[in-house]
């Protein structure tokens, strides 16, 4: 059940995560019962009644002993459904059509009172029925009243005139048609969303992004979008966390040792570096490093945004155009400097409590960029923007260039995942001493 009840909640997921698929599914669902109503609209029937006199009936039924008033009744339906019948009806029927065609959407049968027939047509136009229907009805009195009648000479009356048309209207139809083209449309988009979700790799949650190289999670934050040189300056300039994200943002430089905020507060201290690696595949995540600069700068901490060798320059082509020309931003804060290098030692800054590098490797095959080597390394990805085997060629690669990766930086989290990527640190058992063998000491045995 455990099972179950997880994959459920899997499932749930997955749907939610593709609600812009399903509800797409569901308003081309609702468009297309919406469309086959319009073009299959709804068939209408329209009946006319013809009695026949009782002392004919009656007649008949003690004619032959075998013959009673509902074989009688059974008869003339017979009767009034022959080609005989339907061919003289024809010149009347609307629209025009075949003798078989007519045979059948004209439907003939005794009715549940005694002495009458009912006559039915069926069409998609309320006139067209109702004349249909009557023609139908007239032919037969006209047969049965002839001198051609099999059965004698019989006086049918037409009692009741098909002149409404009954059936679903077009509003119904309509109704009912997008009714269950939504229904049509969720299921497709469901089971759509869940196909497409179960071969997605990428990792959305937090606890999977960090079992992905056995690394916690220091902070997940939204992230701005800059697609220019003028936004990034804007953010640079006006980055301002809600509370709960400041908190984050405060612990996560807490655990990254970098300046003690509480003591330092930007008067000196020994200065910490961070490089903030992030996918050339992943842009969003390209403004952790720079939020997280201006974060500290914030905070009263002299800092520097280091802007350094990339392997892949147009990722950042615009925010290394916004460090460029720092005279374009003359509201930045006076704690944040802005710096773009090349050089792998040239962004260290002597009167900085705190530099945040920022670096992006290709997703594909990573190397890891040639940058200061006193810093700490953390991984920024947005969530569902890489899978765990691109994360771990990047771990991979930052190892065997002496960067260890100590937390990982999330952007943009998923609004429905609860999880924190915190990995527990596992408490080893306390070692039981094992016996040791004892050489070379003289016993002596008291006797």
């Keep these: ?129 109702e004349a249909t229907a009557n023609a139908v009805a007239n032919s037969y009195i006209a047969y049965v009243g002839g001198t051609s009648s099999p059965i004698g000479r019989v006086p049918a009356i037409l009692l009741e005139p098909a002149t409404t048309a009954t059936g679903r209207g077009p509003v119904e139809m309509l109704l009912v048609g997008g009714i269950l083209g939504a229904l049509a449309g969720a299921g497709i988009g469901v089971v759509t969303s869940l196909a497409v979700g179960r071969r997605d790799r990428r990792l959305r949650e937090r606890d999977e992004i960090a079992d992905s190289i056995g690394v916690p999670v220091l902070a997940s934050i939204p992230v701005a979008h800059p697609s220019d040189a003028a936004a990034w300056t804007r953010l640079l300039e ?40 992030s996918l050339s595949s992943d842009p969003g995540a390209l403004a952790l490093g720079p939020q997280l600069a201006a974060f500290a700068a914030s905070l009263g901490i002299p800092t520097a945004l280091v802007v350094g060798p990339q392997q892949d320059l147009n990722v950042t082509a615009s925010l290394r155009t916004a460090c460029a020309v720092p005279r374009l931003a003359p509201r930045r804060p006076s704690q944040l400097r802005v710096t773009v290098t090349d050089d792998s030692n040239s962004g260290l800054r002597s009167d900085a409590a705190l530099m945040v590098v920022v670096a992006v490797v290709d997703s594909q095959a990573p190397r890891v960029p040639d940058t200061a080597r006193t810093t700490t390394t953390v991984l920024g990805v947005s969530a569902g923007a890489a899978t765990a085997e691109q994360l771990a060629r990047v771990a991979v690669n930052a190892a065997a260039h002496g960067r260890e990766i100590v937390g990982i930086l999330v952007a943009d989290p998923e609004p429905a995942d609860k999880t924190t990527g915190q990995i527990p640190q596992l408490t080893r058992p306390a070692r039981r001493r094992l016996p040791t063998r004892l050489s070379g000491i003289t016993t002596e045995i008291t006797r």
Aim: with cysteine; aromatic share 2%.
């Design 238 to 277: 006006d980055y301002k966390p809600t509370n709960v994200h400041a908190w984050r943002l405060r612990k996560a430089l807490h655990q990254l040792g970098a300046a003690d905020i509480d003591q330092h507060n930007g008067n000196g201290g020994a200065g910490s570096a961070i490089v903030v690696l």
């Design 1 to 129: 059940m455990s099972q179950q009840a997880l994959d459920l909640r899997r499932s749930t997921h997955l749907v939610r995560r593709h609600k812009v698929l399903v509800g797409a599914c569901v308003v081309l669902g609702i468009l297309g019962g919406c469309a086959y109503s319009m073009l299959h609209p709804p068939m209408l029937t329209s009946t006319a009644l013809v009695v026949l006199p009782q002392a004919a009936q009656n007649a008949a039924a003690t004619g032959a002993a075998d013959t009673g008033p509902d074989s009688y009744m059974a008869t003339q339906a017979v009767i009034a459904g022959s080609n005989a019948v339907l061919s003289d009806a024809l010149p009347h029927v609307r629209p025009a059509m075949s003798l078989d065609k007519l045979r059948a959407e004209v439907q003939v049968a005794p009715s549940a009172t005694s002495y009458i027939i009912s006559v039915s047509a069926s069409g998609k136009s309320p006139g067209d029925v």
